[in-house]
């Protein structure tokens, strides 16, 4: 997980990391440090688009003006600063004030190309045991201090001794070091994993002095805590003002170190960017009509086909945009915590599967507008399909006897309902899968045959919004005698109760970018499945998805990558381990007319705010119209 991912951990979307390594041009076995090369970029899937000496990406518009403002929502509130620590609820946009060594550029999503931020350069040998960065040396924090490798060596080991899931996610680092120039280096406990030398690119970098100084009023800071005071950093904004679980405003730094390194021309454009908390999603939708806040990215097909037609879309004030979305993909379902005796069979957990009538649910509450997931990889050309062949094949022949036999002869399909016939004959298949599974009708309650004692699920949730969903598909459950309760609960102990495994069912996601990694291991990996931060919220163990993992980590060319990609993604669906939900290939926004973006948009990104601008013209007749 990168350190971005723990900045939106808060937001409940459990976005991944980026896994980036390099192809060609490294040195051959047997040759010195010395002579290894340094590069400006790596990339997974070929060349780095953009040379060393690039003035500024494609996708920008480098002559954007800077100024005005923008004005976002955020759901929930918040009540810390520290990034590092696992636990409080951190503020929104957090990632606008911190930087890392290297980011990604947003139209090389395809092929993972990641470009230097505080380091301007890094290096690793051929076998991928250790990996260097060079800092750029005119990076610097706001307070005019420099940037320096002991900063980035003191963030690394601060992160992994705080969060369980940092010091689980960077696990084979085995020492983090100082060199001369301005170099910190990583070596890890092996050779051959590829991705290492290019996720430590993404740790995010703090100031060491500013946090081992005393605050305005003379008391030590103190990094293990909770806080609110604002933090100093390194990148393009600072926190203005605030109120906690209410909003904070971010203000451009006027003399930004990094303002003319190639990734930031034409970038952060906003003079203030602010961010407008709510706890209840009806009102935050209701406060968007009312013109409280500036950009919306509606995630409710619901709301999307129903609440879009007021009178400021209809004059052209607010723009309704969809955009493509080719550089993700996702599962999110519902999530049965296998923890739970009662769902440690598979056939149990298929049962719940044959009760959700998707299409019908889409039909009438989604205007048909969402697509079945039938992917751990959904939207993206990782998904596995037909049946499996050549190197996919050949990965899961070598773990034939600890898959399910579905695996090799059937292609994996989601019950279809969407008419009475169908959800009837759904209803027969699941009552015969809980049948098999030690289960019996007794009346109108499915209970236990050993016990008595009847099959129940309680779903917990915290927005309301998902009773539109829930009810349709409770209802299906109580019909073949399974008993249901639906909790809502507000987003802290919705959270709380999902990090501690405190729950029975509730609906989750796992993003996936198109170069899946290490990352894998937290979602699914059996190391995992006991840590009670982890993203293997199900509670998986099986040995099978641990070997396919481990070939995604180790692969060699993206050829194997791909094929180990598939191969997991068939072994998690024909486990049954969740009951996949819905997705959109889109991204659906509404903005008020206020802001221009360049003509050539990236292809895997909408970069809002990052690469839009305050379009003065837009804005004045917005104003006039109301």
Wanted: glycine share 8%.
């Amino acid at each position: 997980m990168s350190a971005w991912a723990c900045l939106e951990l808060r937001n409940w979307t459990f976005a991944t990391a980026l896994a980036l390594a390099v192809l060609g041009g490294t040195t051959g076995p047997g040759q010195s440090d010395d002579v290894l090369e340094w590069r400006h970029a790596t990339a997974l899937n070929g060349t780095p688009g953009y040379a060393a000496d690039t003035a500024h990406f494609d996708y920008v518009n480098p002559d954007a003006p800077k100024g005005g403002s923008v004005r976002l929502s955020d759901t929930g509130g918040f009540d810390s600063f520290n990034v590092l620590l696992p636990k409080g609820n951190l503020a929104p946009g957090l990632g606008l004030i911190y930087e890392s060594l290297m980011e990604t550029a947003l139209d090389e999503a395809d092929i993972s190309a990641q470009y230097g931020v505080l380091a301007e350069a890094m290096r690793y040998p051929e076998d991928y045991s250790w990996v260097e960065y060079r800092l750029n040396p005119d990076a610097r924090w706001h307070d005019g201090v420099s940037v320096t490798a002991e900063d980035v060596v003191w963030s690394f080991e601060t992160a992994v001794e705080l969060d369980p899931r940092q010091k689980f996610y960077y696990q084979n680092v085995v020492k983090a070091e100082v060199l001369e120039g301005g170099i910190v280096r990583f070596t890890f406990d092996g050779a051959g994993n590829r991705e290492l030398p290019h996720i430590m690119a993404q740790i995010l970098v703090l100031p060491k002095h500013w946090w081992q100084g005393t605050g305005p009023d003379g008391t030590p800071r103190d990094i293990t805590k909770s806080s609110l005071e604002p933090p100093l950093a390194s990148g393009p904004y600072r926190i203005k003002d605030f109120a906690a679980n209410r909003q904070i405003t971010y203000a451009r730094v006027e003399d930004y170190w990094g303002a003319q390194i190639p990734i930031r021309v034409g970038t952060y454009n906003f003079d203030e960017i602010r961010y407008v908390s709510f706890l209840d999603q009806s009102v935050e939708l209701e406060a968007f009509k009312g013109d409280q806040y500036d950009w919306r990215v509606e995630r409710s097909a619901s709301q999307w086909s129903k609440s879009y037609d007021f009178p400021a879309v209809r004059d052209g004030r607010v723009v309704l945009e969809e955009f493509p979305d080719k550089g993700s993909g996702r599962m999110q379902g519902f999530v049965p915590n296998l923890r739970l005796d009662k769902f440690s069979d598979a056939r149990v957990r298929q049962a719940f599967n044959y009760a959700f009538d998707f299409e019908t649910t889409n039909e009438i509450v989604s205007a048909n507008l969402l697509k079945r997931i039938n992917s751990y990889f959904a939207g993206t050309y990782l998904a596995a399909s037909g049946l499996p062949e050549g190197k996919e094949l050949e990965i899961l022949e070598e773990v034939r006897d600890l898959v399910p036999a579905e695996v090799f002869t059937t292609e994996y399909k989601n019950p279809v309902g969407g008419s009475p016939q169908n959800v009837r004959a759904n209803l027969r298949q699941a009552v015969q899968l809980l049948g098999d599974a030690g289960y019996r009708l007794d009346g109108r309650k499915m209970v236990n045959a050993q016990t008595g004692e009847q099959l129940s699920v309680e779903f917990i949730y915290f927005d309301k919004s998902a009773e539109r969903s829930l009810l349709p598909y409770s209802k299906n459950l109580n019909n073949i005698g399974i008993a249901t309760t639906l909790r809502l609960v507000d987003l802290p102990q919705y959270i709380n109760r999902i990090q501690n495994r405190d729950f029975e069912m509730a609906t989750l996601v796992w993003g996936q970018s198109l170069s899946p990694g290490n990352e894998q291991r937290d979602f699914w990996g059996s190391e995992a499945a006991d840590r009670p931060q982890s993203r293997n919220y199900a509670g998986i163990k099986n040995p099978a998805v641990d070997k396919i993992i481990d070939k995604i980590i180790f692969a060699k060319d993206r050829e194997t990558l791909v094929a180990a990609t598939r191969a997991l993604d068939r072994v998690l669906l024909w486990n049954h381990y969740v009951v996949p939900q819905f997705y959109a290939d889109v991204e659906r926004t509404a903005r008020w007319n206020r802001f221009g973006h360049p003509e050539n948009m990236p292809e895997f990104s909408i970069g809002f705010p990052t690469i839009w601008w305050h379009d003065a013209e837009l804005a004045a007749q917005t104003a006039a119209k109301k």
